[in-house]
């Protein structure tokens, strides 16, 4: 069934939402601040919006794609925001990766002028919004989430209710943390593998099926191997949710002694610069002695 749907945010993860909602039958009308991601999505289709009012108007159901809780607040709650342009009822689906209680907090200001709230943050990058494989996990209440599917459907190959809202938000920063730590034993694996003089491109082979495969071993280390920062992700980026991870572990006094030396690792790579490279970029943190770091 078609569905009349804005989207807030067109940036490399909203773009690809927004292209796989078009691609899909959906009359979507689209708003950012990026004229030139507007035009791409146009070119698929999509209507464009003067401001997050005019694409709310239009439409039964608003995505947001966007990167703190305080860009989601004056997409919505802001001056020509969805707010103002919503009709009662509508159902807004925040698919940003934000903290939980700013969440809470921005789904209860959301109930009080009638509109409902999902927050459905996703795992597997714009390559999976492509092709609609994304995994989600939501939070909100049970009947929305279940309505939300009329948009996430066309997105996800798995979506999973995960409570009341935040917790869709509380399970990606897990997430974010089996992925950061990750990133870093495959970088670190792939360097030692490089140092010992063995063939690095064919280890992901040789452990597949094993105990230590994993999708993040196949896809990452022959690009670790190589140096290979074509962009999916951002370094930045993972600082924001292992930090948001950390937070989390503070207010529930979860010691993560692993997580924190990980966000320390991302955050020297973004002061020397890197914070707009793939995780790839890791690679960057194990250079020789007898090269300077980070040149």
């Known amino acids: 069934m078609t569905q009349r749907i ?9 773009g690809a939402i927004g292209t796989r909602l078009a691609d899909t039958g959906n009359i ?13 999505l146009v070119a698929r289709g999509a209507c464009p919006a003067g401001s997050a009012a005019e694409a709310a108007s239009v439409s039964n159901y608003v995505v947001t794609s966007l990167n ?10 802001g001056p020509d925001g969805v707010a103002e342009g919503a009709k009662p009822g509508t159902l807004i689906i925040d698919m940003s990766s934000i903290d939980p209680r700013a969440t809470k907090a921005l789904a209860a200001r959301a109930a009080e002028m009638n ?9 597997g990058g714009p390559q999976k919004a492509l092709t609609g ?34 917790a869709g938000q509380t399970t990606k920063l897990v997430n974010q943390v089996l992925c950061g730590l990750g990133f870093m034993a495959i970088a670190e694996a792939t360097q030692l ?5 063995i063939d690095v491109s064919k ?25 290979d920062y074509r962009r999916t992700g951002r370094i930045a980026n993972m600082v924001k949710d292992l930090d948001g991870a950390q937070d989390l572990a503070r ?39 007898d090269k300077e770091l980070f040149q």
């Open 6 to 14: 804005a989207l807030i945010g067109a940036g490399a993860m909203g």
């Open 28 to 40: 979507l009308t689209v708003f950012d601040l990026d004229a030139e991601r507007v035009r791409a």
């Open 68 to 77: 703190s809780p305080q860009f989601v607040d004056t997409a919505v709650f």
């Open 115 to 123: 509109l409902r709230w999902v927050d459905s943050p996703l795992s």
């Open 133 to 166: 494989e994304l995994t989600l996990m939501a939070g909100g209440e049970v009947a929305d989430v279940e309505e939300a599917q009329n948009v996430l459907k066309h997105l996800s190959s798995t979506c999973t209710h995960m409570g009341p809202s935040g």
């Open 193 to 197: 593998a490089t140092d010992a003089g």
């Open 203 to 227: 280890v992901p082979k040789a452990l597949k099926g094993g105990r230590a495969d994993s999708v993040l071993l196949q896809e990452y280390m022959p690009r670790f191997a190589v140096k």
């Open 251 to 289: 207010q529930t006094n979860t010691a993560m002694p692993l997580t924190a030396t990980c966000a320390e690792i991302h955050r020297m790579l973004t002061a020397a610069g890197l914070g707009g490279e793939d995780q790839a970029a890791l690679m960057e943190f194990f250079k020789g002695p």
